[in-house]
């Protein structure tokens, strides 16, 4: 079976640390696949609200995520700060991909790198809009 690849950028336009809690630990003692996926999320808004956006609001248009892909590279444990560094790249007509990785602060060992597909929506008119320039720029 042919495994995700995912390349990482030479530099991220953003970063944020967020704590491993008991919450996101499952049975083998590690974080959990979905709890991994929700700290991703609350990264995601992070970035968003770095450049000033919301994710209701990113220069008028809403987002909405369209795929997923994580590629897991060691486990992370109750207790560990995960910086997460994010950057948007590969741009289309409605959207592009959210590129992350996520490392344990202090050793910078990665716990896991992924991408996440957005497109751009005008919830007024519940459709897809065009990419905004505004934003594609700040990734040129």
């Known amino acids: 079976m042919?495994?995700?690849?995912?390349?990482?950028?030479?530099?991220f336009a953003f970063s944020t640390s967020l704590l491993v809690?008991?919450?996101?630990?499952?049975?083998?003692?590690?974080l959990d696949n979905s709890a991994l996926l929700s700290l991703v999320s609350e990264a995601r808004v992070r970035f968003f609200k770095s450049f000033g956006y919301t994710e209701?609001?990113?220069?008028?248009?809403g987002?909405?995520?369209a795929d997923a892909a994580?590629?897991?590279r060691s486990e992370a444990f109750h207790g560990e700060e995960l910086l997460f560094e994010m950057t948007a790249r590969e741009f289309n007509k409605y959207g592009c991909d959210l590129v992350w990785r996520a490392s344990e602060?202090?050793?910078?060992?990665e716990v896991?790198?992924?991408k996440t597909g957005i497109i751009f929506f005008d919830y007024?008119?519940?459709k897809p809009a065009a990419a905004p320039e505004a934003f594609i720029r700040r990734f040129a």
């Open 21 to 30: 809690y008991i919450n996101h630990i499952n049975y083998g003692n590690h």
């Open 124 to 126: 007024t008119a519940r």
């Open 105 to 109: 602060k202090q050793s910078g060992r």
């Open 56 to 61: 209701l609001d990113v220069e008028g248009l």
């Open 112 to 114: 896991a790198r992924g």
């Open 63 to 65: 987002i909405i995520v």
């Open 2 to 11: 042919a495994r995700i690849v995912i390349e990482l950028p030479e530099r």
């Open 70 to 72: 994580v590629q897991y």
